[in-house]
């Protein structure tokens, strides 16, 4: 259950993340913002890591 919950979390993150521009990548002690603008590789980076996590966890949680 916890797997499933992980991976709607992670693949809604990457959904808003897409629509919106913006993602939270972390980065030092906290972390930061990073727009699509301003860093293309950065983020997509960053969505397809989430979605990767999204991925892992939905297969894990399926088995």
Not at 13 to 33: D, F, H, P, S
Not at 54 to 59: E, M, N, R
Request: aromatic letters at 12%; glycine letters at 12%.
């Amino acid at each position: 259950m916890i797997f499933l919950c992980l991976g709607v979390f992670c693949l809604g993150l990457a959904g808003y993340a897409i629509a919106t521009g913006r993602v939270w990548a972390k980065g030092g002690l906290l972390g930061r913002v990073v727009r699509r603008e301003d860093q293309p590789l950065a983020f997509w980076f960053q969505t397809v890591v989430y979605l990767v996590l999204a991925g892992l966890s939905l297969v894990a949680a399926l088995r």
